[in-house]
C-alpha cells in the first residue's frame, strides 16, 4: 500500500475568510463562523468549491437554532482517500425492499433499507470491511402535513405524510445508498468526519444560488436590520385597526387564528388582498411554511362559501 501524506489543513486570508462570512456562511453567528472554518481547516476542504458549507435551521428561533456542517458524498470520499487507507467496494449498494413499506406517497419502491461496503487498511496490514447501513423510515425526508383547524383556531397536523417531490422520487435507490456509504465511512473515519453530514442525510435542500446572489440576500437581511424590521411582517388587520408590526416567528398562527374569526368569505378575500405584499415576503422568506398558510387559508374560504 502506498503512504499518503496526511490531510493538509486549508490556509485561507483575512480576504478569503470575509468572503465567505459573506456568502456561503452568511447565516452564521460569529461562533457559529468560527467551528465550520475550523473544520473545514481540519479535513481539508474547500468551501468555494461548496465541498463543505454550513446550513443554519431555524435561525430566528434562539432556543431551536441549530447549525449543520454539510459535505457531499465526494468529499466523505475525498476525506478517506487522502488517509491512504481507503479503498471503495467493488460491489453495487445491496438495496432491500419490502412489500409492506411500499407506498406511493411516502416511498413509491417499498424500499426498506440500503447497505455499502468499503474497506480500511489496519494496522495489521489487511483490509477490513466497512458496512454503511441506512434505513428508509430514518433518512427519507418525509413531511408531515398540517392544515387549520377551525376547532382548535390554530395549524395541526392532519396524519397525512408525503414524500416531496425532487431526487427521492426521481432516483430513491442512490439517495439512500449515498446516506449508507457515508455511514460506512463516518465509520471508518470518526476523528475526521464526526458531525459532518452528507446532504442526503439531511431533511432540506440545499440552496441553489451564486455567490452574487447570496452576497445580495446577505445585503438585503443586513439593510432589514438596521431599520429594525428584519424578523416582523407589518399587517393590517383590519380597516379600523393600527398597521401592527408580527414577528415573523408568529406570523401564521396569527393569521391563522385571525381568519379563523372571520365569517365572510368576502372579508377574506378583502384582507388577503391588502396584506398581499405581506403575504408574498412571508413566501419569500419562509416558502415551505407559507405553502402550509396558503393551503390552509384555502381551506378556511372553502368552509365559509
Keep these: 500500500m502506498n503512504t499518503v501524506a496526511p490531510i493538509r489543513p486549508i ?92 407506498n406511493p406517497d411516502t416511498n413509491p419502491l417499498g424500499i426498506e433499507r440500503a447497505v455499502v ?39 395541526q397536523p392532519t396524519g397525512n405524510v408525503t414524500l416531496p417531490e425532487g431526487n427521492w422520487r426521481k432516483m430513491p435507490r442512490v439517495m439512500i445508498a449515498k446516506c449508507a456509504e457515508a455511514q460506512a465511512i463516518r465509520k471508518g473515519w470518526p476523528e475526521d468526519l464526526s458531525g459532518i453530514y452528507a446532504p442526503e442525510e439531511m431533511d432540506h435542500h440545499a440552496v441553489d444560488a451564486t455567490a452574487s446572489e447570496l452576497v445580495e440576500a446577505h445585503a438585503v437581511e443586513q439593510r432589514l436590520a438596521l431599520t429594525k424590521t428584519a424578523n416582523v411582517l407589518h399587517i393590517f388587520w383590519g380597516v379600523d385597526k393600527p398597521l401592527e408590526a408580527v414577528p415573523v416567528s408568529q406570523f401564521a398562527d396569527r393569521v391563522l387564528a385571525f ?8 372579508d377574506l378575500e378583502g384582507w388577503k388582498e391588502t396584506n398581499r405584499a405581506p403575504l408574498q415576503e412571508f413566501w419569500a422568506r419562509h416558502k415551505s411554511d407559507a405553502l402550509e398558510l396558503r393551503k390552509a387559508l384555502d381551506a378556511r374560504a ?3 362559501q
Design 11 to 102: 490556509e485561507m486570508t483575512a480576504k478569503q475568510l470575509d468572503l465567505i462570512k459573506r456568502t456561503v456562511a452568511a447565516d452564521c453567528s460569529a461562533e457559529e463562523f468560527d467551528l465550520f472554518i475550523e473544520v473545514a481547516r481540519r479535513v481539508g476542504l474547500d468551501p468555494f468549491r461548496r465541498q463543505i458549507y454550513a446550513v443554519v435551521y431555524s435561525k430566528d428561533k434562539a432556543d431551536k437554532r441549530k447549525m449543520s456542517i454539510i459535505t457531499g458524498i465526494d468529499g466523505f470520499r475525498s476525506v478517506a482517500e487522502r488517509s491512504g487507507k481507503y479503498r471503495p467496494g467493488e460491489d453495487e449498494p445491496e438495496i432491500y425492499y419490502n412489500e409492506v413499506e411500499k
Design 117 to 155: 461496503t468499503c474497506f480500511k487498511f489496519g494496522p495489521d496490514g489487511q483490509w477490513h470491511k466497512l458496512k454503511g447501513v441506512a434505513y428508509w423510515s430514518e433518512f427519507a425526508p418525509i413531511k408531515e402535513e398540517w392544515a387549520y383547524n377551525p376547532q382548535a383556531g390554530k395549524r
Design 259 to 266: 381568519v379563523g374569526s372571520l365569517t365572510r368569505r368576502s
Design 302 to 304: 372553502a368552509e365559509l
